[in-house]
């Protein structure tokens, strides 16, 4: 017997699609009903094993479903949220993969089609899992295999509701860590945000007339500044806060790097590349 | 007919063993012989079809060469070439695949053992080519296909030598560009050296209790992080003041950034993710 009778999934994309192709092939749901703005997109989605079927009508999608994920870019999730949650049967719970969650959350705690909708539950996820393809072409079903979902309980969140997403992810083969919205934003500012902002400005400052110089290294460190600049402006936008604290410390160590180097105190700068690659090797490849 | 009659590699690791593994392949010498300390290791390259034979007495292995390779750590080329120039035969061309150049190529051009044989000749070279595995065990003959070679030529380089050491590579696959050592050091502190330096800090800067937080982003952008320190040492510090000029470069490019996503100038940061997204995609994957 499945965990669910029926998961819409919003926005069809490589996670919409990699989580409706791992909860159909483990039998998580009787059915995964695909939504989104493209028949076309869709229908290669449905032939590629990713969802049951498709719909552009999104009244029609969530009907039948008691789970519904929000898989579309961070500054959408609020909007479709409150304008879904009125549609949803009782008993249904929302939760979404976006990359950032404090304002997401807080806002829709806050939000008036939310609050008065006792029987529908939200909770937040961020399955931290993802590929340099896009699309649910590249879905795969084990993309959630052994990665970290965080899901993020507010104060407001119904605990039966997050014991079920939590369950959910971990249906799909993730390992659940639970965290508050700030403490998870805080965190992936870190190990996310900084990250692709440091591979953007690399990229970004080598001359075009160099590109032909460059090799592996350059092109496994700018790797994800070939990703789509609107889903990283809307990341950066709503997690301005914590983005701004992680640059900072980010350019005091590199301030030290540089002094050091430029002092001929070897022994400090050659500490940070000794550094670097101990925690490199702690993540493996 | 091949090119060289014999091919001496110094330190058969992923470049040495590459270049002996393509050579022999391609037929563009009749035979390869492996110099090392490792007598275990050379057997092992041996096997794995990169050398025809191996040695740990270098003035053996040179003996009957035309062309050298000298593939050892940058700091260990110069005292290497200054050893071996006077045993060399008359005709021998020597090459290198350091990472820096400039102080390489002006020390042995002034050095007295390089200069009193006139009949030897040394033309530096740096084969754009790597891998995150190192060692001969992980050695590819296709590693310099479609792959830049800077050769680089100084005022004393014998033309004809440079020519050789060019064809050299292009047999090998490699597409060959010529610059001056002071060129090439600007250039691939920028491509190379600079990259490092931001996946090292990168990696260093993440707290250990936060790596669990690490998805494919991080992993790309700090993967060459987990390259030899003692490595990495030796080309920073041969090339000091072109890796501070580009870290003082991408020091001002990051304090704009910062102080544009600061102020709410988000004209200003998203441009410069678009700019990062345009050079990376130039590069392809």
């Not at 969140?157 to 659940?176: H, I, Y």
């Not at 639970?178 to 990229?203: F, G, K, N, Q, Y």
Request: proline residues 4%; charged residues 20%; negative net charge.
């Amino acid at each position: 017997m499945a965990d669910f009778r029926q998961i819409a999934i919003l926005g069809v994309g490589l996670i919409g699609g990699s989580i409706g192709l791992a909860a159909l092939k483990r039998k998580i749901a009787d059915k995964v009903v695909g939504i989104g703005r493209n028949a076309d997109r869709l229908a290669r989605a449905q032939r590629h094993g990713c969802i049951s079927e498709g719909t552009t009508d999104w009244q029609a999608g969530i009907r039948e479903a008691d789970l519904i994920v929000v898989c579309s870019p961070v500054e959408s999730i609020i909007p479709l949220v409150e304008q879904l949650v009125p549609f949803c049967q009782p008993g249904t719970i929302i939760t979404d993969a976006g990359s950032t969650k404090q304002t997401i959350i807080e806002t829709l705690h806050a939000s008036e089609s939310v609050r008065c909708r006792k029987d529908v539950y939200f909770v937040g996820s961020h399955p931290m899992a993802g590929s340099d393809k896009s699309g649910a072409d590249h879905a795969q079903a084990d993309l959630f295999d052994n990665r970290v979902t965080i899901v993020t309980p507010a104060p407001e969140t119904d605990r039966t509701a997050q014991a079920n997403v939590r369950k959910f992810w971990e249906s799909l083969g993730s390992r659940v860590l639970e965290m508050s919205p700030a403490e998870h934003d805080a965190a992936v500012a870190i190990t996310s945000h900084l990250p692709h902002v440091m591979a953007s400005l690399l990229a970004a400052s080598t001359p075009e007339s160099l590109l032909e110089l460059t090799a592996t290294g350059w092109a496994d460190t700018t790797r994800v500044a070939a990703g789509d600049v609107e889903l990283w402006r809307q990341i950066v936008s709503t997690n301005r806060g914590h983005v701004l604290q992680s640059l900072t410390n980010f350019e005091k160590l590199l301030a030290a790097f540089r002094a050091s180097l430029e002092a001929g105190q070897d022994e400090h700068w050659i500490k940070l590349l000794e550094q670097g690659k101990h925690h490199r090797d702690i993540v493996g490849s």
